[in-house]
């Protein structure tokens, strides 16, 4: 299983942002899909994530101005970003709880770097 994620970039503080991130291979199911960040010096920590069928969670610092959304049909999960800040500066990297022939597992994409200038 590989997880693609795309669309970081350069945006000036109060910007928007879409990141999307398509899982590829032998997947049977998708039990949730998510974005986690790390910032330089800091832990990767929690954006946003949805279990399957359910709501979604958000870390309070985005809550308001992030938006998770997946499409299953394609394996796909997007994190529309907006009113960015500098604080928002950080590698994203996206997460897929999945069924292979192996049983389920986490798999996490490569980053995408996300930067916010003020």
Not at 33 to 61: C, F, H, N, T
Request: aromatic share 10%.
């Amino acid at each position: 299983v590989q997880l693609q994620a795309s669309g970081g970039g350069l945006v000036q503080a109060g910007g928007s942002l879409r990141l999307s991130c398509a899982a590829s291979g032998s997947i049977f199911d998708i039990g949730e899909m998510g974005w986690y960040r790390q910032a330089p010096g800091k832990q990767r920590q929690l954006v946003a994530r949805r279990i399957r069928g359910e709501s979604a969670d958000y870390a309070d610092a985005v809550k308001g101005r992030f938006t998770i959304s997946e499409d299953y049909a394609k394996n796909t999960v997007f994190l529309q970003m907006n009113s960015l800040n500098p604080e928002d500066t950080a590698d994203y990297y996206c997460h897929g709880r999945m069924e292979t022939s192996t049983g389920w597992g986490d798999y996490f994409g490569q980053g995408t770097l996300v930067t916010v200038s003020s």
